[in-house]
């Protein structure tokens, strides 16, 4: 196997992403929050599930591992919100808001602990992760304060990492067509 599995996990991850932060920005009215769901499962949660296979088929542990969480938060997002909408995890609506800050935390945690690992990469890396760290921690304080400003304001975020997510295809399409690399920062710690 050959080839740069960002070529597929690149463009899903934005266009969820996109999805995500128009519905957060209020694109869609509140009561729409399934809206973005039919683009995250279906495109962005199958394609970073494709591109962690084809990253560990060619042996890119890291690639893999990046592509293979971001598929399980959005394929774990839908699920949240397909259950809690429709009632399917027994969840009455009095926690309906602390299974979404649960939600929320654990993968601020796991986000914030991917940022931490991509220090030696170039620092475009490090600061999407960065990004994407700050819109959850946003949509949770959000979430947890019932304020609809910081959950908008994560919805910001959520659009500046997939414009930053656009640069970085862009960087994997220029390499993948004969052009020359994009520059990407110097990493954080060498």
């Not at 995250?40 to 088929?57: C, D, E, R």
């Not at 930053?164 to 990407?184: D, K, M």
């Amino acid at each position: 196997a050959t080839g740069d599995p960002a070529a597929i996990g690149l463009p899903a991850f934005i266009v969820g992403s996109v999805a995500l932060g128009l519905a957060l920005v209020g694109y869609v009215p509140a009561t729409a929050v399934g809206a973005p769901l039919p683009i995250i499962l279906a495109a962005t949660g199958l394609g970073l599930a494709i591109a962690a296979v084809w990253g560990a088929a060619l042996g890119q542990s890291a690639v893999a591992s990046v592509f293979a969480i971001f598929a399980g938060f959005w394929w774990s997002y839908g699920l949240l919100v397909l259950g809690l909408t429709h009632g399917w995890l027994g969840i009455d609506e009095q926690a309906a808001v602390a299974t979404q800050e649960l939600f929320l935390i654990c993968w601020l945690v796991v986000i914030v602990m991917l940022t931490l690992a991509t220090l030696r990469l170039p620092s475009a890396f490090t600061a999407l992760f960065a990004l994407i760290a700050l819109a959850l921690l946003l949509v949770l304080l959000g979430t947890a304060q019932g304020s609809a400003g910081l959950a908008q304001a994560g919805g910001v975020v959520v659009l500046i990492f997939a414009a930053l997510g656009v640069y970085l295809f862009v960087n994997s399409a220029s390499l993948a067509t004969g052009g020359s690399a994009l520059p990407l920062g110097r990493p954080v710690l060498r």
